[in-house]
């Protein structure tokens, strides 16, 4: 275990419905990152947030909706997705953005289906 | 732009043989910082190794160690005696020096897909 958690750990949702994720990191990290995993494609970095304000959003889809309450809480709030949204989604933290080459630790992910 | 290439989609070795993964990146900066992570099938990606390009030693990790060509920007991943629980997706990432605006940000290869058999 690395330290991340992240539920649920397999969600199945309509195109209309409206589902979160979660992610709760447990490290002591002021960063943290949702990415998303798709078959035979890199990573894609989606949100980046430091100290609970959001530094990056990858040209994400505004059905896309990142909250950080807390530096160690991050959920991912889902409307109206597509199915092309089908991928495994992780979260990741580290002890900041701002110190080079610092590592990123991840959660397990969410695999995602959208109907 | 940063890119990372991993031109081996799929590998297998024998157990206890050695395997090297390659991975090479573009990038026009000089200071960064390359990583390997494995991803054991639906288990949590980790953190196998981590090297710094300002340094020419290359990091070595117990059986896990590296091959850090700077000007070749190439960046491989060598497996000693290798071990069933190394079965996994390995993906090579980039980093780049903080600042100017630039956060610490992971580039991610596609991924290398690494069975080793008994």
């Known amino acids: 275990e690395t330290g991340v958690t992240q539920t649920p750990r397999h969600l199945v949702m309509g195109m209309t419905n409206k589902k979160s994720l979660k992610c709760e990191q447990h490290?002591?990290?002021?960063?943290m990152y949702w990415y998303k995993q798709s078959a035979k494609k890199p990573l894609e970095l989606m949100f980046v947030?430091?100290?609970?304000?959001?530094?990056e959003n990858n040209s994400v889809p505004s059905r896309f909706s990142p909250e950080c309450p807390n530096s160690s809480h991050l959920f991912l709030h889902l409307h109206t997705l597509q199915p092309e949204d089908s991928a495994l989604y992780l979260c990741?933290?580290?002890?900041?953005?701002?110190?080079?080459?610092?590592?990123?630790?991840f959660g397990p992910g969410t695999r995602l289906t959208v109907l | 732009a940063q890119t990372v290439t991993q031109s081996q989609p799929e590998m297998s070795v024998q157990e206890a043989e050695t395997v090297t993964l390659s991975c090479t990146y573009d990038?026009?900066?000089?200071?960064?910082?390359l990583f390997w992570y494995k991803q054991p099938p639906s288990r949590q990606m980790i953190l196998v190794i981590r090297?710094?390009?300002?340094?020419?030693q290359n990091a070595t990790e117990n059986r896990f160690s590296v091959n850090f060509q700077k000007a070749a920007k190439s960046f491989s991943l060598k497996i000693s005696d290798s071990q069933l629980g190394d079965t996994a997706m390995y993906f090579c990432?980039?980093?780049?020096?903080?600042?100017?605006?630039?956060?610490?940000?992971?580039?991610f290869g596609k991924g290398t897909k690494l069975s080793v058999k008994p």
């Open positions: 990741a933290s580290s002890q900041d953005t701002l110190r080079s080459g610092v590592a990123q630790y």
């Open positions: 490290l002591g990290h002021n960063a």
């Open positions: 947030y430091s100290l609970e304000e959001r530094v």
């Open positions: 990038t026009s900066e000089n200071n960064y910082y």
């Open positions: 090297q710094e390009a300002y340094k020419q």
């Open positions: 990432a980039f980093m780049k020096q903080v600042g100017g605006g630039s956060q610490g940000n992971l580039i």
